[in-house]
């Protein structure tokens, strides 16, 4: 008979408080992102996973046991989920966001940004012209609760009425606001999720966006009051539909490189595009946050036009010169 | 759950360390998947109720002055959770939500790199697509014409929703996209080693090769769970198959066997031999 001690029991006796040191120390960090653990701890988690995938190795060349083996493999898993994961803090993610990746993903998107803005425009003059051309147009284009009211059989009174005339004041606009961010941003979600199957369902969503834009301005271009509706549209729109038109645009990058990944594999190709086109969609939540404000409040407590102008033209110069005039080091 | 278990040996991946070590990650399986799922959902419209009942008991004290601003929080909470709490919880340092954490997964890159708040965000900005598209035409009306346009366009969201079951790393669509897959990632517990005791029989080399390493780590499991029918069944099979008259008890005998098995295996490995099971003559 061999040894009354097995060779696997006494490996598994001299490294098992290494084990459980390192484990003590992964629960402490699992359960409050590392905040508790003094520098000396964490300097020791690599130098404990280390060890430890040293006696993983070891252990599937000598010992049989099978929870041990089990235990090491749950233990390197996390221990390496842990000294390999994110190193920034969230707060230092946030900052390189807006100071850095975000701009440089919006301007690497360009190309699609253009051709989803076209397609946005094509709606709108399809949806111009077709209204003035005749007036059932409209209703194809405008879903009934959308329009409230503004449609061809209103007469110019009430259609200038909506643009200007909100009794109450602040009455009811943080619920309102909300409301139009929630709708919006789902609706930009879905247009970036639906890139997914080959860029044509964003294309129609972009498109469909600007019919009911173009139907709208018909309406109104029609009563002389092109200008108005221009300056409450555009006052909270500028930065809305630029939201919407980058949401597309991020959905064509992804389906593009779904159709067409060039050289790459067609997943590589997705994941690298799917990185780039998610960073563009954390912005333009947080665009349609703007654009929900402006719309909820700005434009419901502003009712000179010339004054909408001016915010429009302001959002305008702020967003373009952040996204392409702004140069972060790369 | 063991990794010798055949229907968990088609989930093992490779994930390589730098260090150079394949840890054999280990797949969540579709069911694991959809239940984690589920319960994410039961919390978060738990969450919701609690808003809601919240939002009405403020609404009852400041005597309905207040209603406007609950309406918006419950508007923003329920958008809020719907977007960011499937987000926010991976991006804690268990990459799990409260659902998956309760199944015992988490969320990692499949190329083993750190994950980052990109490929988080992305892969749940999906779940627009796969989740929300298909329940927005599941509850769309009944009308005839409209009826079938949402039925086919439930079929055709349907293809995503269901993505999962159609791939061997049961991928969904953000899963691709974002480069991300989930795995089990359960917190073990280091159990006492079976063969600390020293040996109380002695047993020959043939009654020690009648057995390979898979009829061991059955014995192990046995052992582990203590359960004295098993036992007493295993430990009869055991001595008349080895041939041995003793006194001792089912669980000393037991005890005994696997301790002089795993020695005699053990030390067969180091020479470069495993024997696999009882049918591995050599």
Known sequence: MESLVLKSHRFRAEREADWKKLEVLLDRFERGRGGQLTDDEVVSIPVLYRSALSSLSTARAVSLDQNLIGYLESLCTRAYFCVYGTRSTFFERIARFFRKDWPTAVRDLWRETIVSGLFGLLGVFTAFFLVRSGAQWFYAFMPRELSEGRDPSASAKQLHDVLFDHKGGAEGLTFFSSFLFTHNAEIALLAFALGFACCLPSAFLVFYNGLTLGALYAVYFDRGLGVELGGWLFIHGVTELFAITLAGAAGFKIGWALAFPGKMERLDAMIKAGREAGLVMVGVVIMLGVAGLLEGFARQLINDTAVRYSIAALTAFSWGAYFYLYRPAR | ?282
Request: glycine share 8%.
């Open chain 2, 1 to 282: 759950m063991s990794l010798s278990d055949p229907t968990v040996e088609k989930r093992v991946r490779e994930l390589v360390t730098p260090e150079g070590v394949d840890l054999r990650v280990v797949l969540a399986d579709a069911s694991e998947r959809f239940g984690a799922f589920a319960l994410d959902v039961v919390f978060i419209i738990a969450a919701l109720i609690g808003i809601s009942i919240a939002a009405v008991l403020m609404a009852m004290t400041t005597g309905g002055k207040g209603f406007e601003f609950i309406a918006t929080i419950w508007i923003l909470g329920s958008f809020g959770l719907r977007v960011f709490y499937f987000t926010f919880f991976e991006m804690q340092a268990r990459a799990a939500t409260p659902g998956k954490r309760i199944m015992g997964l988490r969320v990692a890159k499949r190329d083993g790199s750190a994950l980052t708040a990109d490929a988080i965000f992305v892969r749940n900005a999906m779940r627009e697509l796969e989740i929300f598209l298909p329940l927005t035409f599941l509850f769309v009306g009944g009308e005839a014409v409209d009826g079938w346009i949402a039925l086919f366009a439930l079929l055709w969201c349907g293809v995503f929703a269901f993505f999962p079951l159609f791939n061997r790393d049961r991928l969904r669509i953000g899963d691709i996209v974002a480069g991300t897959w989930v795995v089990h990632a359960p917190k073990r517990v280091l159990a006492g080693d079976l063969a600390a005791q020293p040996l109380s029989l002695a047993f020959t080399r043939e009654a020690l090769d009648a057995y390979g390493i898979r009829e061991l780590s059955v014995l192990e499991d046995v052992l582990r769970q203590k359960d004295p029918q098993t036992m007493e069944a295993v430990a009869r099979r055991i001595r008349a198959k080895i041939g041995v008259q003793d006194g001792l008890r089912d669980l000393e005998f037991l005890q005994a066997y696997y301790t002089a098995l795993r020695g005699r295996l053990e030390q067969r490995m180091l020479f470069g031999k495993r024997k696999r099971d009882k049918y591995d003559k050599s």
